[in-house]
Antibody
Framework: QVQLQESGPGLVRPSDTLSLTCAVS?????????WGWIRQPPGEGLEWIGY???????HYSPSLKSRITMSVDTPKNQFSLRLTSVTAVDTAVYYC????????????WGRGTLVTVSS | QSALTQPPSASGSPGQSVTISCTGT?????????VSWYQQHPGRAPKLIIY???KRPSGVPDRFSGSRSGNTASLTVSGLQADDEADYYC?????????FGTGTKVTVL
């Protein structure tokens, strides 16, 4: 059964860089799908962050692109997110998810990980 | 581009139907066939229930249906069940962007 699992620090200091990794199991990330990140501040709605494919081609949200870097590690079958210069508004549950090639929806999601930005 | 507009809440009794709207613009909801809907129970990840306006993924009951008219998409849940109580989010592709709706909390009375 295909699974996605987010991992990373649960607490990040203001102005630091948030780094998360999503490990994909029982499915190769080189199949042609896109691998994305979506976040959800506590009690609020969903926000798309961006997605990447196994060739490291990326598409980022216009509102976050100046602070985002995504990368992929094919030998480890995982992909990662870096968000720089974080503030309290970046506090959210961060989900990784799969998007099919040429498609515009996410059909498989990780459980999510809460990242709190606080000193 | 800002989030798509959904009503904050909707409700219905078991067995009834509830319809949730999702309003965007001609650049997103009204401009392509890439509207999807997600169901999210408290503390859980979103689950895809409708894609490309009207299509249902395998395993999603046909009680869930989608439609669109102009710049507004709609999700209808028929034959409401207790487990349908959740938050629902629409989503649409816009040029170089994926937008989500503001979310609707559905309560089963």
């Amino acid at each position: 059964q295909v699974q996605l699992q987010e991992s990373g620090p649960g607490l990040v200091r203001p102005s630091d860089t948030l780094s998360l990794t999503c490990a994909v199991s029982d499915y190769s990330i080189t199949t042609g799908d896109w691998w994305g990140w979506i976040r959800q501040p506590p009690g609020e709605g969903l926000e798309w962050i961006g997605y990447i494919d196994y060739t490291a081609t990326t598409h980022y949200s216009p509102s976050l692109k100046s602070r985002i870097t995504m990368s992929v590690d094919t030998p480890k079958n995982q992909f990662s997110l870096r968000l720089t210069s974080v503030t309290a508004v970046d506090t959210a549950v961060y989900y990784c998810a799969r998007k099919g090639p040429g498609l515009t929806y996410f059909d498989l999601w990780g459980r999510g990980t809460l990242v709190t930005v606080s000193s | 581009q800002s989030a798509l507009t959904q009503p904050p809440s909707a409700s219905g009794s078991p067995g009834q139907s509830v319809t949730i709207s999702c309003t965007g613009t001609s650049s997103d909801v009204g401009g392509n066939s890439y509207v999807s809907w997600y169901q999210q129970h408290p503390g859980r990840a979103p689950k895809l229930i409708i894609y490309e306006v009207t299509k249902r993924p395998s395993g999603v009951p046909d009680r869930f249906s989608g439609s669109r008219s102009g710049n507004t998409a709609s999700l209808t849940v028929s034959g409401l069940q207790a487990d349908d109580e959740a938050d629902y989010y629409c989503s649409s592709y816009a040029t170089s962007n994926i937008l989500f709706g503001t979310g609707t909390k559905v309560t089963v009375l």
